[in-house]
């Protein structure tokens, strides 16, 4: 396989990416040598290099514990579950969450053999006997709510208080678009105005 | 800037990635460090090294000249015209083709400052000197038939014929979706059957 084919291979197998993609990522990497090919290069040299798995939270970041782990002003009374890295940096986009995380790395699946010791979930017992407050944030899919009863299950032996994401209408949504659980659970969680 | 800023940064300007699916690509590479991630940053680094433009054609290859001008079996006297290296690989999927190409990297813009040079016809005419038939493989938008157009002419003193790709009803299409200007074309072109 020449080096271009095998380039095209690698793109394509990204998130996103297909084989058509994948051609022409490659062709504009070799249109832009010095901008985004060579940087790109590094830049994936030096995560293989430096980006670990916290060993605390599971977040990835080039120290270990993380930085936000090792950041003294986080509350670390207060856990949050996500599932993915992904999620986590979704929640941090909001800027409003002070608390730490707990990256599990998936959903629990008998199908695929991903337990609760895959999930490090002994690991999040341990850190929320410490907490005061562990707010569950899963996907709100069969999976993630699968996993997060059982989660909450293992920590009520820890007497921490065990919180979940509220349902509701999205900001800027319009009611008509939105599906009927969603609906109906705003409505019962509704709150005085 | 953090390393993983950085490759969230790098993987959201590849055509078809935004910040968003940036952010999942980064993810899925450092979930599978040993799959995809080392051997994506072994390939750019290749690529970089390695993958040139062909001074003959324009075609990006290891080898300078590209494989395919430097392939005795395809005929020398036969040329196509692409817009970009994209085409010459769709071109080369069909397996209907035996002559050699000519890149020009680009359409005619007056805008964006693209001359004859920039597109290096003045390489093609002389490499047409020689040939029997050029086909003008641009594609059929305004750019492309302006340049193709300009092309046309430029050939005129070669002594090689011009031809142009087929327009018509795509293979496995239906009448009923096509734009009316391709079906006008494919009844003019009408073939006995």
Redesign the interface.
């Known amino acids: 396989m020449?080096?271009?084919e095998?380039?095209v291979q690698?793109?394509s197998?990204?998130?996103?990416?297909g084989p058509r993609?994948g051609?022409?990522?490659?062709?504009?990497?070799?249109k832009r040598?010095e901008t985004?090919?060579?940087?790109?290069?590094a830049?994936?040299?030096?995560?293989?290099r430096?980006?670990r798995a916290c060993s605390e939270c599971g977040n990835?970041?080039?120290t270990d514990p993380c930085s936000i782990c090792a950041d003294a002003r986080r509350d670390p009374g207060l856990l949050c579950v996500v599932e993915?890295?992904?999620d986590l940096?979704a929640i941090e986009r909001t800027k409003s969450f002070a608390g730490r995380y707990h990256v599990l790395g998936g959903t629990l699946s008998a199908i695929d053999g991903v337990g609760p010791d895959e999930l490090r979930i002994p690991k999040l017992v341990e850190r929320a006997r410490g907490a005061r407050e562990v707010v569950i944030a899963l996907n709100a899919t069969v999976e993630g709510q699968t996993t997060a009863h059982y989660v909450a299950e293992r920590l009520g032996e820890t007497g921490a208080s065990v919180t979940r994401l509220a349902h509701g209408v999205p900001v800027g949504g319009e009611l008509d678009y939105l599906d009927e659980g969603t609906l109906a659970a705003a409505l019962k969680a509704r709150r005085p105005l």
Not at 13 to 17: C, F, S, Y
Not at 43 to 48: E, M, R, Y
């Open positions: 020449s080096d271009l095998r380039l690698l793109l197998k990204l998130p996103g990416l993609s051609r022409r990522a490659a062709l504009a990497l070799l040598r985004l090919l060579e940087p790109l290069a830049a994936l040299a030096a995560a293989a430096n980006i990835l970041d080039t993915d890295v992904a940096w």
